[in-house]
């Protein structure tokens, strides 16, 4: 199981990013608006990937127009800004793309023209750092309509720009983002890590300060936020970096101050556990300009923090992040009956509308909840008609915004009433499995048998052997271990991803001593089930040719094996995220062996009609091209694959959405089947917003085969 890119320069839609001033109570300026252009044109952009070249001058720092890297367009490339009419200009303002990296820009030229056909040059050769601050340089002034930015060099050998405008006046400092977090210093950070002090106030929860670590800055270590003016404040709020960790704060004390000079502490000896939680603490409440946070004990003997703000009133819990939806009840992954009011928060949104998957003929369809206009504290709530939805697992889905912001919440529930859909093992066979004889199937009906230790059990709990070769970020935990990931629901087997209980879960049909369940091609192999789109969430169904029988020998893994990606799914949106929607991977691998027919299946799922056109990503495929308007977490889909001596079929809902040659050793090594919920995968990982946890219903697995040894290998262990 391995990270695979949907995109890497994913548009960014529901998380707020910003960049700050570095001067504390200094004279950085903040911007008069600059004049909107009103055209803009790029050398070159990667088309259907959100990153056109409008994406530099919308006024959004979250947003971003990128140079076209699949096919990659070499340096230079410009960015050319029409005003419409000729304007005074004498400095050009740089927002780089959020987070920097691929296309910050680190050497350019400016020109600038009266008529869009001759351009004179007002800078030459200049260069900038390659980080993700805002940028300034200033020239003329010159009276022009046109303004070309010419990129000679930046990272990766790509030109990229969030934000890029001209301003009347010669500049003294970079103005500031009107949607930037206030000015902050901290007495450490490491440089040039993107681990700077304003990571913890952007809004951004992916992004935090972190003291220095190399040399190590020694506690205590302090971060003080500048206000601008006097405000009440009342209560602090931290949230820790993502995945917790070091700099983790377990104690602190906290200063305020009117003038950034004279502090008052009004906390001492303050402690929080160690955890990923968000966190607050209350004080008497005070006017005050500046407020300094002392970290006087942090996991590894560090400081960080992914969020510090204060608040003007006393809490009673943990604040709602600003432009984001939080679900107040029913709790997430819940289970509900009847009709059920949905209650939500979201401060800085104005409205949602709410959807869910619906039963109904063919794939079903996706039906309306209801919209919601929120209160002046961002509250509303909706009632969600759960009778007149299919029994079992639902993922009802909010999507909301509010000015420039927006952000969409997928709500796992589980629907104790409503009807009964397609739910179960069908009595049919699947059509790609015709000429096929049954040789395995599980309903989840009855008993779980799940186990580290037992032989007997149906499945282990690990990638055999002994779980060495794991692979999630939160642990995969055995069925008899503290935090137990997987429970019998209904009959469903649900695995759950628990950021309080650090697991998640994976089951295989071949046990740790080297028995269990395995087909030879022909056979084909299926799972109905429905994924988590939690940020990290990484729910699949796949496939392993047996390397297990000669381990049991020579207890050695450096065998050829081949491993055939079913599915691979990605959850979270946002910038840095899969956006994933109704994409998902389909990979064959090719693994202590020569890569060639390896490539060449890539490219055949490349080429066909499921395939998602992304040349940087072959594996990729899309449900809608195949005619599935729901995706991998909004209902049930049956993932399977069908491998011949020929091809390798890959399926679902029993429509083709990918196929290659069979690989050479697939031709005739005997494969068995995993199931798992894992986090991670190269991708952020973030639960908080969920509660704190992710699910993954299965409904049932099938094996057919048409090899005779696995028909009467089957028929023995009936007897």
């Known amino acids: 199981m391995h990270k695979n890119i949907f995109c890497n320069h994913a548009k960014a839609t529901p998380i707020l990013f910003c960049v700050t001033a570095l001067m504390m109570g200094g004279n950085s300026m903040k911007a008069a608006d600059p004049e909107p252009a009103t055209a803009v044109k790029a050398s070159s952009f990667q088309p259907n990937q959100g990153n056109e070249p409008e994406m530099a001058v919308d006024g959004k720092g979250k947003t971003f127009w990128h140079s076209a890297w699949n096919p990659m367009a070499p340096l230079p490339q410009s960015l050319t800004i029409d005003y419409g009419k000729v304007k005074t ?61 010419e990129v000679t060099s930046g990272v990766g050998g790509l030109a990229s720009a969030a934000e890029v405008f001209t301003m009347t006046d010669k500049l003294d400092a ?94 001492t000896g303050g402690s929080w556990p160690s955890d990923t939680r968000k966190k607050y603490v209350n004080f008497e409440p005070v006017q005050a300009r500046f407020v300094k946070f002392d970290v006087t ?55 949602a509308a709410v959807t869910c998957w619906k039963k109904g003929e063919g794939f079903g369809s996706d039906a309306t909840i209801g919209n919601i206009t929120f209160d002046e504290k961002g509250k509303g709530s909706i009632d969600f008609p759960a009778d007149e939805f299919q029994h079992g697992p639902l993922c009802v889905i909010i999507s909301a915004t509010g000015g420039d912001k927006e952000d969409r919440c997928c709500l796992q529930l589980y629907n104790q009433g409503g009807v009964s859909w397609n739910e179960g093992m069908p009595k049919d066979p699947p059509p790609a499995a015709a000429g096929m004889t049954l040789i395995f199937a599980d309903d989840f009906n009855g008993p779980l048998s799940i186990s580290s230790t037992d032989p007997k059990a149906t499945y282990y709990d690990h990638k055999p052997p002994n779980g060495s070769q794991d692979f999630s970020e939160h642990r995969f935990t055995g069925f008899n271990e503290p935090g137990n990931p997987f429970l019998q629901v209904d009959t469903y087997l649900r695995i759950r991803a628990d950021d309080g209980k ?9 046990k740790n001593d080297g028995t269990g369940v395995t087909a030879k091609a022909p056979c084909y192999f299926e799972c109905r089930f429905i994924g988590s789109n939690a940020t990290g969430a990484w729910p699949a169904f796949w496939l392993l040719s047996d390397y297990m029988s000669e381990w049991v020998k020579t207890k050695k893994l450096d065998g050829p094996c081949d491993e055939i990606d079913i599915i691979e799914a990605y959850g979270g949106d946002g910038n840095g995220s899969p956006n994933a929607l109704d994409k998902y991977c389909v990979t064959p691998h090719a693994w202590n062996q020569p890569q060639e027919k390896k490539k060449d299946a890539m490219k055949q799922i490349r080429a066909g009609k499921g395939s998602a056109q992304m040349d940087h990503a072959p594996q990729v495929v899309s449900m809608k091209n195949i005619g599935i308007p ?90």
């Open 502 to 510: 650090k697991s998640s879960g994976l089951i295989s049909s071949m």
């Open 89 to 149: 200009m004498a400095s050009l303002v740089y927002q780089p793309r959020p987070k920097g990296g691929n296309g910050t820009v680190t050497g350019f030229n400016i020109y600038v023209s009266a008529d869009g056909n001759t351009f004179s040059k007002v800078v030459a050769d200049a260069s900038w750092p390659a980080d993700a601050k805002r940028k300034f340089i200033n020239f003329g002034p010159v009276e022009a309509r046109f303004m070309k930015f």
């Open 297 to 351: 004990a942090g996991e590894g003997g560090f400081a960080s923090a992914s969020e510090v703000y204060t608040m003007p009133e006393k809490l009673d819990g943990i604040p709602p992040d600003m432009g984001r939806i939080s679900v107040l009840s029913p709790a997430y992954g819940s289970e509900i009956k009847g009709r059920t009011t949905i209650k939500l928060v979201a401060p800085g949104l104005s409205k």
């Open 174 to 267: 970079a103005p500031i983002d009107p949607q930037a977090g206030p000015p902050v210093i901290a007495s450490s950070f490491q440089p040039d890590q993107n681990n700077e002090p304003e990571m913890a106030v952007d809004g951004d929860p992916a992004t935090f300060w972190h003291s220095a670590w190399n040399p190590k800055a020694e506690l205590p270590q302090s971060f003080t936020i500048d206000y601008g003016k006097l405000k009440p404040m009342a209560s602090f709020v931290y949230q820790p970096r993502p995945k917790g960790g070091n700099g983790t704060v377990t104690g602190f004390d906290l200063s305020v101050s009117t003038d950034g000079k004279e502090f008052t502490k009004v906390v």
């Open 630 to 719: 729901s995706n991998w977490y909004q209902s049930m889909h049956i993932y399977a694959v069908k491998m011949t001596e020929a091809d390798t079929i890959y399926y679902c809902d029993d429509i083709e959405i990918g196929r290659h040659s069979t690989l050479d050793l697939s031709k005739k090594a005997p494969f068995f089947f995993l199931i798992n919920l894992a986090t991670g995968g190269g991708w952020p990982v973030d639960l908080s917003r969920y509660g704190g946890i992710a699910d993954m219903y299965v409904d049932y697995v099938r094996v057919y085969s048409g090899n005779p040894e696995d028909i009467q290998r089957a028929a023995d262990a009936k007897k």
